[in-house]
């Protein structure tokens, strides 16, 4: 398989603070998404991104595949950011859709 | 768009029994993968579907069981239920076996095994 690290395993913040959660990421891989797990047990897409940067809101994300790891910002945070946040890959050259998580990170942000 | 659709939402069942889970996919998507979350494992691939045939399956015992019908609707089963079992079952569906777009994730089946 392939191991997949996220730090820091909890994070707690006041609203409006910023926080950069890190994936790192034992192979090479061709599928990246960062979820985000509300109260209900729901996994939300955040971003797919294999590679490069992209942002959505107050929300930016960085994978840099050639040196294994991925990067979720979170700006000016709110409660409702509150949750579970995932990394998620699919090794590379693997024909099998298969995902393999982190074990994620404890957001709480306290008003 | 309607999203991934799992029914039911809870689910509480009695040790020795049986239970069936069913998922619905993003329309157009051909691809169904079932995953269970535990505190303890955390989440953990079950099996994925693609074209009514299962193309992968993770390491549980054959007590898991799972299939996918011609509209790609999938359900997985799981007999005689242990302790153990009481998890949250995650169902995603994907275009292209997650190439391009990614999974989408269902809201889950949270089933307690008593």
């Known amino acids: 398989g392939i191991q997949v690290e996220q730090s820091p395993p909890d994070l707690i913040l006041q609203e409006g603070a910023n926080s950069t959660l890190r994936c790192n990421f034992s192979?090479?891989?061709?599928?990246l998404q960062w979820f985000h797990q509300n109260p209900w047990g729901q996994l939300i897409n955040l971003f797919y991104?294999?590679?490069g940067t992209k942002q959505n809101g107050r929300l930016s994300a960085t994978t840099v595949a050639t040196e294994r790891y991925s990067l979720l910002y979170i700006s000016s945070s709110q409660t409702t950011d509150s949750g579970v946040y995932f990394c998620a890959v699919v090794r590379r050259g693997s024909t099998l859709g298969r995902l393999y998580f982190g074990r994620g990170t404890q957001l709480t942000v306290w008003p | 768009k309607a999203g991934v659709t799992q029914t039911p939402r809870y689910l509480i069942k009695t040790r020795g029994q049986q239970v069936t889970l069913s998922c619905s996919p993003i329309s157009g998507h051909r691809s169904v993968s079932w995953y269970q979350q535990t505190p303890g494992q955390g989440l953990q691939f079950l099996f994925e579907?693609?074209?009514?045939?299962?193309?992968n399956k993770g390491n549980f015992p054959g007590r898991f069981s799972g299939r996918q019908f011609s509209n790609s609707r999938s359900e997985m089963n799981v007999s005689t239920l242990e302790l153990g079992d009481s998890a949250l079952y995650l169902c995603?569906?994907?275009?292209?076996?997650?190439?391009?777009?990614?999974?989408?994730f269902g809201s889950g089946t949270r089933l307690t095994v008593v």
């Open positions: 995603a569906s994907s275009y292209l076996r997650g190439a391009r777009t990614g999974y989408t």
């Open positions: 192979d090479s891989v061709n599928n």
């Open positions: 991104i294999p590679s």
């Open positions: 579907y693609f074209s009514e045939t299962q193309r």
